[in-house]
């Protein structure tokens, strides 16, 4: 039987999880795509730490570049993570001739570019299913399942971290720096949990998504980012009253001549399946015009998750390697030269329901004001709601709006911040209600 050889660059805990895989499972992977996936080196610069791997001799290596120069290793799983030795990594393995498979989503939202064009190049796969989602097969299922679909948009929640804190804040009324410093405590959230609170994660694997879905070069520069930081338990609280839950999500939408990709807090309705995806769970809705809608569910990180997705990419290179197939599905999905530079829309130029709390002072004629500026910049309400404990002189008043223009509501906040009667930043969260309807 054929034996396809694997080098794994760096053994922390995902890489870990690929190496336990192909050692446990070796036989069911084998008898699955009909050759073995021999695990040749793990690079490491920390060759003594134990991982609790029953390897071979002369198997853990300090030195990536020995086990991506030896002619007899086949695929090279880059591990490392960051945008530094990893690129250079997977570049010289590609220039080797070496099929690749990675989990780095910020190396390929940043420079994915650049690396698939050197893989192309060369005929060789570049895969990289666990970038995104995690165990969720949502790459294969965009690139393969639903290659006979034009698919208009995207919604997913993306980052296990931040779905965590609001299920916390939800459940439980916590502030957001008890629900992270809980996150913390149980290994959710990183000591510096920026990448993921603020949405960068998040927005890494929707560039990602994007141009795989849409035909378009990765663009992570232009994905409208915001993160979770702001939102509190009073604003959890009211969108439930109205009938709706907080997720940070990452959408995509496309209508034949731009792109919408923004990641940020968004209110959903209780009916719509992704309001119910809590803890680290990880969630994709995809909306394709055979299909119409599917949802991928399922953990979006983690020790086993990840590597599961990483042994998928690695069997169908070695069922590619056997039927001497190597390119055979393209990288992103669509052919090299079909793939278009399609501009992202400015999120100023995006179309869609708001939610906003004002801490205003309780006095005749304030809320008067606050409608009038609105209404000045063409923005309608469909609801409006004063209640709450006085603090310092305000009370909490909320509002809900048809479709407003992006650009209209920023001059419009801008201008109600100035009012001596509104303390603070107004608040504002963006709505998705059923097929962006009112």
């Known amino acids: 039987m054929k034996q396809v050889n694997v080098a794994i660059l760096g053994c922390g ?63 090279v799983v880059e591990t490392i993570g960051g945008e530094g030795i990893a690129k250079q990594l997977i570049l010289d393995a590609i220039a080797q001739g070496k099929h690749v498979v990675t989990a780095n989503k910020a190396l390929l939202a940043k420079h994915g570019n650049a690396i698939i064009a050197a893989a192309t190049a060369k005929r060789v796969d570049l895969a990289y ?46 502030d957001f720096q008890t629900a992270l ?52 338990p009073l604003d959890i609280e009211f969108a439930a009253q109205f009938g709706y839950r907080i997720k940070l999500l990452a959408i995509a ?23 119910n995806v809590n803890s680290t769970l990880n969630a994709i809705s995809v909306r394709a015009d ?12 983690g020790m086993m998750p990840t590597a599961s ?10 069922r590619n390697l056997a ?20 501009p992202v829309k400015p999120v100023d130029e995006i179309v869609t329901n708001y939610y906003f709390r004002f801490d205003a002072m309780d006095r005749p004629g304030v809320l008067a004001a606050i409608a009038g500026i609105l209404g000045k910049y063409g923005i309608s309400l469909k609801f409006v709601h004063q209640k709450g404990r006085k603090t310092n002189g305000s009370v909490p008043v909320v509002m809900l709006t048809h479709h407003a223009r992006e650009a209209d509501v920023s001059r419009a906040l801008a201008e109600i911040s100035g009012l001596d009667v509104v303390a603070g930043t107004p608040m504002l969260i963006r709505i998705e209600d059923e097929d962006g309807q009112d």
């Open 309 to 318: 997705a990483i042994v998928s990419d690695l069997a169908d290179i070695a």
């Open 253 to 275: 939408k496309y209508n034949g001549a731009s792109v919408e990709a923004r990641v940020h807090p968004t209110m959903i309705p209780f009916d719509n399946l992704l309001s």
């Open 129 to 174: 299913e666990a970038a995104v989602g995690g165990c969720m097969p949502i790459i294969k299922t965009v690139r393969e399942s639903l290659v006979g679909n034009r698919i208009s948009g995207m919604t997913g929640i993306l980052n296990g971290t931040c779905n965590y804190i609001l299920s916390k804040i939800t459940d439980e009324g916590v």
């Open 290 to 301: 055979a299909v119409e809608e599917i949802l991928l569910h399922g953990h979006g990180a």
């Open 13 to 75: 805990t995902v890489g870990t999880g690929v190496a336990r895989l192909l050692l446990e499972n070796g036989d069911i992977i084998r008898d699955r795509i009909g050759c073995t996936l021999h695990l040749k080196y793990v690079a490491d610069i920390d060759t003594q730490r134990d991982r609790g791997l029953d390897l071979a001799p002369g198997v853990m290596i300090p030195d990536a570049a020995v086990a991506i120069a030896d002619p007899e290793v086949q695929i």
């Open 323 to 342: 039927s001497d197939g190597a390119g055979r599905i393209p990288v992103m999905g669509f052919q090299a030269n079909t793939i278009r530079s399609i």
């Open 181 to 232: 410093a809980e996150a913390q405590a149980k290994g959710y959230a990183e000591a510096d949990p920026t990448l993921d609170v603020e949405g960068l994660d998040a927005a890494h694997k929707l560039a990602i998504l994007s141009a795989l879905a849409f035909g378009m070069k990765i663009n992570f520069d232009d994905v409208y980012i915001e993160g979770i930081s702001r939102i509190t």
